[in-house]
């Protein structure tokens, strides 16, 4: 019964139309640089309000191995306002508290150039954003040296991430396994650690 229901309330969830206009003017609908990534947020907005307990949105390019500050501009412009929007949107719909909204990627870009104007991966010391469902709103936590190089104050690796997040989401990630090929696979492997200096 609720998949179906889901089902038959998928196209009036997808139909923006009938967003006010301040609200398309919160997210940036009606500009063409921010349009696409706005389309998302206010649609993760509109899932998440009818329900639907998990919502992707993602932006596409990130991946500078050249023209670096251009295209990061670009990026940035594309989605700073969206993303504020979103957040700013739960929380007046009294939705933040219980939505956690998480920003990232793998990996994060080195401080020093690849060739003339990019930069390679850099899986050491990078940022993520974590906002709603539980987390320290205004925090910042974590810190690098002073290249960018390196995480070297409260790091949190991929395990705790998934530990912290599996925990805001009420599991327990030393008991939240899958089995395959006759053994249980955790999300955190044998790692992970709640990080609590966050909630």
């Known amino acids: 019964e609720l998949a179906f229901r889901m089902q038959m309330e998928v196209p009036q969830v997808q139909d923006i139309s009938s967003e006010p206009k301040s609200m398309r003017d919160l997210y ?30 993602s932006h596409r390019y990130w991946d500078q191995h050249g023209n670096l500050k251009k295209d990061h501009a670009a990026n940035a412009a594309q989605m700073d306002k969206p993303v504020a929007a979103l957040i700013q949107d739960l929380k007046q719909r009294g939705l933040l508290e219980e939505t956690l909204v998480i920003w990232g990627g793998e990996f994060g870009r080195t ?10 991966h850099n899986q050491h010391g990078f940022t993520m954003f974590l906002a709603g469902g539980g987390v320290q709103p205004g925090l910042q936590f974590g810190s690098t040296d002073e290249y960018g190089y390196y995480a070297v104050d409260n790091r949190v690796h ?38 609590h200096g966050i909630l």
């Open 28 to 57: 940036g609908l009606d500009d063409p640089i921010t349009k696409e990534f706005a389309e998302q947020c206010i649609m993760a907005r509109r899932f998440s309000e009818s329900g639907v307990r998990f919502v992707q949105a």
């Open 111 to 120: 401080p020093v150039a690849q060739g003339t104007d990019g930069r390679d």
């Open 158 to 195: 991929f395990h705790d991430l998934h530990a912290t997040i599996l925990h805001l989401l009420g599991f327990d990630h030393k008991k939240f396994t899958h089995r395959y090929a006759g053994r249980d696979f955790r999300l955190t492997d044998v790692h992970g650690r709640v990080v």
